[in-house]
């Protein structure tokens, strides 16, 4: 306390830790009668400049009334004091920040004014340096929303991304990728695909986001069986060692705006097309890739609806992704209804496991996706023959190869674990006898997300009907599992009230 | 500290009041490790539902890691306590939000769908119960700007609006009203407007709002010289009295998710067209006015730059406002300069008090206008004949009717007080000898912002040039008032690195 009962010079404060978790929001508070903020005229809600050394970050300023802060002392969230990179008790400048000048660029954009090429790139850099406020990201991907960007503003985009964070280079020609656009609950082929085509020569250095709106993404997934949070250096040597990894994207930096922009959009619940192409792009042009698959799934309530969406979605990815050098290919495929069994992160972690294994219950639609897409990838990148793709990755899981090269890819990563098994659970039955007609993908992943996924890692839905099946009256259609009760009521109490899976009159 | 002692029922934390001021935002914490957090799996950045009995609010969850606050206690900012009405160590539920419905409707919106009737209304009524997160409403604002709301869904969104909240009812047919679409720094008439037509017979219950994205409103000056946050109880004695009033109507929840949208428009520092009718028009109907005159300038740096602009605005507000019953006259004003020579609230208060006296300096180019529009309202009232109304206005003030008037008002409004003076003044200096040819109201706004100007009252500009005359090198152009040398010294480095007010070469 010595430090802190004396005046600190000029426009200093003594860095207080408040251990206050605001998720990635940047939050410093003052005494509302701190002398500095009199002087300077902060009021509350204010944006602040905080400045330690060369760090500096843009705040949102809150004020206390009370003598639980000193009148010197700044209190920082998790989030500021990690980015000020300060000591407990250390001196911070803090000033008024200059306006953010990108910021009447994305307001011309919201008036329909597109981006030019130096406009995007200083929007990125402010996003990356943190000058961005919430509502401030949320009016940039609005715009974005509301007018999607053309292509010229895509690449303006996917490079300004690049450029403000990491980029990974190889020593070899060709670097396999694969990406999934989002939508279909439980479509979890990745870590399949990678073990596939790394037992087959191929270096597929796998880098995937966290969930955005759905109720489990690949890296969520795949951390209720290893490590996924990998440094460079460790994720470099995870490849060499095994041509391939499954590794959150997030903790690289590479295209770190991605992440914060994905923050935002979560809370907005909107996922648009031209901010979905940067997303992917950016982050498989950072991660070195040369050849790269998607899987576009289309369905009535999938992410993309319509033939016609999907064939425009893939001519841009296709187009963009030459700009960098990059052979897309896309894959269409059927979105009517949830990939494997299980919708959260160790639910859908069990079914890659039993495809692996070969097992007799294995969910036989989450294989045969895994086929394709490895298959066409052993192909893209010349591995194989045209037409022998599939072939070759079937037999590759079939031999007990992939789940060889799964397991020594999680060792590689920090261990193999097994994933978790929820405490709580409930069967929601059928209402009545016949035959299942219809299933609502988007609802079923709002039971899985109200049961705790992707959050609580055990969470999520198990289905047990598939499109046709025969079902008696009171038949399991499908299980929630929950780790606390209070998230499965909540999830069931929206199941029971919200037709989910259409069982169609007696037969 | 005893009931905290104790373990509370079922989903409920004891409230504790934080003397955490976040402006409007509502924001509550809890212990990282609060068992009823743990079991309902609430994470930081989370949206919850709070409730005290029948009042309920959905705020944004902040978690520490501390022992600042106990394992069962519910820290709530400011804005939360006020909102929930709960008293210290007072039982607060608190569980998940049920997804908002309306913001489907909001992200369909982005997308660009419109919003029928009731989507309109249940966004609104959402809004006015506190179930926006601030990126919602800034998801919500940027889609309205980007695309401009047709003539149904303005309706919609006005009635909605005033439906919301409270609503006046004159004992009077005729109810006259005028308002500024903003973007002209020191256009401060309404004080002068409500003086003549109030002291020529006509009832003039204006409400006005504090500065959106500008460095005054009409109630941050007025406030300079009396009282203006009103109930509507008082309101209606001043004007049944002095037949008109200058009260700011965020105080008396006429329209009031109209502030709760200025709030974060100017966060956003956006102020579109759509959003700016609904905002006005949505005030004058819950004011109960019936005549409207107003003054829209026009000019390359003022909000609206073209005569074609202004001219579309004016045609929309008289359309919108005949749904209402409401008789519009649009005025349009010359926007090439700012008018009067204070910029600020209490440097215009006294250019308004000037014109009242007919003092010797008194800015000429306000009182013209303030003549222009109160004569406009006395023949759109009938109160005069076609023709009539400029002469009876200027006849009013000059009379002194005006100025007595003013000051009963004021008085009624609870006193009449001298503006405050800055104790911090800097001159801005021409760089040479010429004659002044352009103005940038939008940085000589900024400079007036800088320099403290709504929050401090005393800052801004004071403008002693006008376009046209003749200057000297070194004859300061305006003056930079601030009640602080932080702020002063802040808009004097952003005034010397623009040029805002333009001298043409040596004549």
Not at 33 to 60: M, Q, W
Not at 62 to 67: A, M, R, T
Not at 194 to 214: E, F, H, Q
Request: glycine fraction near 10%; include cysteine; charge should be negative.
């Amino acid at each position: 306390m010595s430090a802190r009962a004396q005046v600190p010079n000029g426009n200093n404060l003594f860095a207080r830790r408040l251990g206050l978790d605001t998720h990635e929001e940047l939050v410093a508070i003052t005494r509302r009668d701190c002398p500095v903020c009199r002087s300077e005229g902060f009021s509350a809600h204010a944006r602040v400049r905080l400045k330690n050394g060369r760090r500096s970050i843009i705040a949102t300023l809150f004020q206390v009334e009370s003598d639980w802060l000193g009148l010197h002392e700044l209190g920082l969230s998790e989030s500021a004091w990690d980015r000020l990179g300060v000591d407990e008790g250390g001196l911070v400048h803090i000033s008024h920040p200059q306006p953010v000048a990108s910021l009447s660029s994305v307001r011309g954009r919201v008036y329909g004014k597109r981006l030019d090429r130096a406009q995007m790139h200083a929007t990125i850099n402010d996003i990356a340096a943190g000058r961005y406020a919430d509502v401030h990201l949320a009016m940039f991907l609005s715009s974005m929303a509301a007018r999607d960007p053309d292509d010229d503003e895509l690449t303006d985009m996917v490079q300004a991304m690049v450029d403000v964070g990491e980029r990974l280079e190889w020593p070899r020609e060709i670097i396999v990728d694969k990406h999934c656009v989002g939508g279909l609950p439980g479509n979890r082929t990745t870590p399949l695909v990678v073990s596939i085509v790394a037992a087959n020569g191929l270096w597929m250095p796998k880098t995937s986001s966290r969930a955005i709106t759905s109720p489990a993404g690949t890296a969520d997934t795949v951390e209720t069986m290893t490590r996924v949070d990998l440094d460079i250096a460790t994720l470099r040597s995870v490849v060499e060692q095994q041509g391939g990894c499954m590794a959150w994207g997030g903790a690289m930096r590479l295209s770190p705006v991605d992440d914060t922009l994905i923050r935002v959009e979560r809370l907005m619940d909107i996922d648009a097309e031209g901010q979905m192409i940067a997303s992917v792009l950016s982050k498989k042009v950072a991660a070195g890739s040369t050849h790269l698959v998607l899987d576009v799934p289309v369905g009535e309530t999938a992410k993309v609806r319509s033939q016609a969406d999907a064939e425009r979605l893939a001519a841009r990815l296709e187009q963009i992704g030459r700009r960098f050098g990059m052979k897309v290919r896309v894959l269409v495929t059927d979105g009517s209804q949830p990939v494997g069994r299980g919708i959260g992160p160790a639910l859908e972690a069990r079914d890659v496991l039993a495809v692996l294994a070969n097992a007799e219950d294995q969910p036989r639609d989450l294989r045969a996706r895994a086929v394709l897409l490895a298959g066409a990838l052993l192909e893209l990148a010349g591995a194989v023959e045209p037409g022998q793709g599939a072939g070759v990755a079937e037999e590759t899981l079939a031999s007990g190869l992939a789940r060889e090269r799964f397991e020594a890819i999680c060792r590689a990563q920090g261990g193999l674990r097994e994933p978790p098994i929820a405490g709580e659970t409930h069967d929601m039955p059928s209402a009545h006898r016949g035959v299942v007609t219809r299933f609502d993908n988007r609802r079923l992943a709002q039971v899985a997300k109200l049961a705790g996924a992707p959050g609580a890692p055990a969470a999520g839905v198990y289905v047990h009907a598939r499109l046709g099946d025969s079902v008696e009256q009171g038949q399991p259609l499908y299980t929630i599992h929950a780790e606390s009760r209070g998230e499965l009521a909540y999830a069931r109490e929206y199941a029971e009230t919200n037709g989910i899976v259409v069982v169609g009159g007696a037969s």
